[in-house]
């Protein structure tokens, strides 16, 4: 016999349903905690409440039929781990490499993806960042319509294919980061209204009413999904979360939800012997985010940086819109200021939001924001789904990699970036529910039309040939240019690795010099300067200020002169050292 629990606190009846027979269950104690407990046998079940039909545990450790389908509990200890053990890796200093599972590959699958991995430590970098892998409707989607947020997706390989890819990157060194969802679940499968309060009208987000974390009954909830989080640093060993939009996580207690979280993601690194960390993506531009609770801020190891990924895409494309605008108005100071103030909008005023926006980040710590030139999100968000490479030249991709790679920051790289992947990644879903499914397609359509796309040119998001067309293709890394590209991405992480002043977070440090009339840019690491000429016609003469050294990496041509100065041919990157 099993024991299943359940939290339903406005419910009169509880049943637990095991292979189509009921069993009753019992409210835990005085009755007032909302729990109910009940002795079943092992098998397939779900919860019925007040006589309705069985519906999926909300802490489901596995939902073999999909998200609407009855749940099936997961023995963890019983999954083979190498013998090999795995003593974790801090995230400062560290390359991250973003993935999705299901286009990573042609199969989708962990599987697939874990014999893909000596790429990537053949390419250099310390962690692949997973985004979601919660069940979601059918089979492919971006993975932020997740629901059950202890499972995993089945077409992806379930609990034990993540099991196996975790443990497949450790043995090849690589650290592993899961992508989270905690401030909404997707429209379909999202039973926890039916179960109690995890839902509140006293804020609302985006997606509609917020997750209950500061209304009544909102200590249980805010304790389910903490549940969540540990679970998969316990049970899978992945090595850190990044936590999505975090600004939507509506809270007026004075425990923040991230930083209980923090805490006890804290005490479970203590535990472990593991070093364990949280990245936040936030749009609020606000240095306590990650600050140390000692210093009043919620302890976050690190948060996504989009004011450097602004102003580096309205360097390299000159595209002006929305977001862009202020960026675009003067994109070199603009570069110039996120590689040494950290964040642009730092108290400035946003014409996008028709208001100042944020604070100033501390100097000493660049290595708490990350830094990147394309990720899931600045690619799929656009109508097409196109990357960089679609418009740019060779050229101007080695120069955003240069950039990223030699920043203060922690730099990520997006799956198929390092070698200018010709694939777009566009927005793709599988809804099983017909009226859904029309009402996404329809909605990504009107959202484009405002922008002055034709409803035709806007990719349908169910349709097989999007997900099939966002697959990488990986036999092109073998052809020119890719094979150039992806060497110099290898060879810039080589040098990051090489010599710890490229590694150095210390914004203030950080020196850039530019001139946008003559479309360079020269970046001070320390002896290092990374030296960009993004002219398209003639060579371009940038003075260094101190005598031309040695050349480290060089994309393009370049050529010193006497006077320790560089020529730049167009649309070239070197790193050089100086004397």
Known sequence: MTTYRVWAPEADMVEVEVDGRPHPMAREGDGSSGWWRGEAPDGDYGFRLDGGRALPD???????????????AVDHAAFRWSDTPWRGRPLPGSVLYELHVGTFTPAGTFEAAAERLDHLVDLGVDFVELMPVCPFPGRYGWGYDGVSPWAVHEPYGGPDG???????????????????????????????????????????????????LDAPGS???????????????????????RLDAVHALADDRALHFLEELAVEVEKLAEATGRPLFLVAESDLNDPRTTAPRQAGGLGLTAQWNDDFHHALHTLLTGESGGY???????????????????????GSRSSFRGRSHGRPFPAAYGHRLLGYAQTHDQIGNRAAGDRLSATLSPGRLAAAAALVLTSP????????????????????????????????????????????????????????????????TWAERAREPHAGLLDWHRRLIRLRRTHPELTDP???????????????????????????????????????????????????DCWPESDGSLHLAAESTAVVRVD
């Open 58 to 72: 909300p802490r489901s450790p596995r939902q073999p039929d999909g998200p609407d389908g009855l749940s099936r």
């Open 162 to 212: 993540l099991k196996r890819f975790v443990d497949a990157a450790h043995r090849k060194g690589l650290g592993v980061v899961l992508d989270v969802v905690h401030n909404h679940l997707g429209p379909s499968g999202n039973y926890l209204p039916v179960y109690g309060p995890y839902f509140t009208d006293r804020h609302h987000t985006p997606w509609g009413s917020a997750v209950n």
């Open 219 to 241: 200590d249980e909830v805010r304790g389910y999904l903490i549940g969540s989080a540990l679970a998969w640093l316990r049970d899978y060993r992945i090595d850190g979360l």
């Open 324 to 346: 862009y605008a202020d960026f675009a108005a003067d994109p070199y100071a603009a570069c110039a200021k996120t590689l040494t103030r950290g964040f642009f909008h730092d």
């Open 409 to 472: 920051f922690t730099p990520m790289l997006f799956m198929g970036e390092e070698w200018g992947a010709s694939t777009p990644w566009q927005y793709f879903t599988d809804h099983t529910d017909p009226a859904l499914a029309e009402a996404v397609r329809q909605g990504r359509r009107r959202e484009f039309a405002a922008h002055g796309w034709q409803p035709e040119d806007v990719p349908d998001p169910q349709a097989r040939a999007t997900v099939l067309g966002s697959t990488l």
């Open 506 to 556: 210390d914004l203030g440090a950080v020196r850039v010099d530019h001139d946008a009339a003559g479309q360079w840019l020269v970046v001070h690491r320390g002896p290092f300067r990374v030296v960009v000429h993004l002219g398209t016609e003639a060579p371009r003469r940038i003075a260094l200020d101190r005598p031309y050294g040695q050349t480290l990496a060089l994309y393009g």
